[in-house]
């Protein structure tokens, strides 16, 4: 982890720092973490710390380990289940609501994302994959114009990045992601909602199967 600087607030700027620790897997699942040690690392005091381990603990990124503190949590299948689950319901929705929101630009981003993530799969950067997999669905929670979508979803999306960059690490997989992307994309565009849903769903249902796969390897 890096020093903070300006122009954030030193508790967003911790926030960001740590969680994104945890979800690459630089803080491993049982490493403790105390706010002496943390501050020190990120030259901070130690109050904006405490704030931060705080609500890292109750989103679930952190949990108590007795009178030694806190520690990163471990993976937990079940919430995966349940985050996918979730998923398979409100994306399909998004895809619905931004199909009439479309406009040239939003078509024109689309696609770019798209591009990207086509680049991405010739990389070994499990990073950037993840970074473009994420990218592609907010952008359709954007323009679905519903904010509590938007909202939810960033904060399960870092859960799944503890385990995507796993998932996505592998070639095949990773183009076939893209397929389906790129699939999904085109129905929208076409206004067909009923396909456009549908293949959403069954990329949902896909892609759950590939991180429960994978989870045995990175608990």
């Known amino acids: 982890m ?16 740590i969680l994104d620790a945890i979800c690459t897997g630089t803080l491993k699942p049982g ?27 109750a989103q679930g990124f952190l ?8 520690a990163v949590a471990p993976l937990d ?30 078509i024109a981003r689309g696609r770019n994302l798209i591009a990207q993530g086509h680049a991405a799969t010739t990389s070994s ?17 954007d ?12 904060l399960n999306w870092q859960h799944l990045r503890r385990a995507m960059g796993e998932v996505l690490r592998l070639p095949k997989l990773s183009r076939r992601v893209w397929q389906e992307h790129e699939a999904i994309l085109e129905a929208m565009i ?15 249902v896909l892609a759950y199967q590939d991180v429960r796969s994978t989870l045995p390897a990175v608990v």
């Open 143 to 154: 323009v679905s114009g519903n904010s509590l979508i938007l909202q939810t979803m960033r």
């Open 77 to 106: 299948p079940k919430l995966f289940e349940a985050i996918y689950q979730f998923r398979s319901a409100v994306e399909p929705l998004a895809v619905r609501l931004a199909i009439p929101r479309l406009r040239p630009e939003s």
């Open 190 to 204: 076409a206004g067909d909602a009923e396909c456009a849903g549908r293949l959403i769903h069954d990329h949902v």
């Open 125 to 141: 950067d499990s990073r950037a994959l993840v970074q473009a997999d994420m990218d592609f669905h907010s952008f359709i929670y």
């Open 63 to 70: 949990r108590e380990i007795g009178r030694r503190g806190l």
């Open 2 to 17: 890096e020093s903070l600087t300006a122009p954030k607030t030193l508790v967003d700027q911790a926030y960001d720092v």
């Open 31 to 57: 490493e403790r973490l105390t706010q002496n040690d943390v501050a020190q690392r990120l030259n901070v005091s130690r109050q904006p710390i405490h704030n931060v381990l705080l609500t890292l603990k």
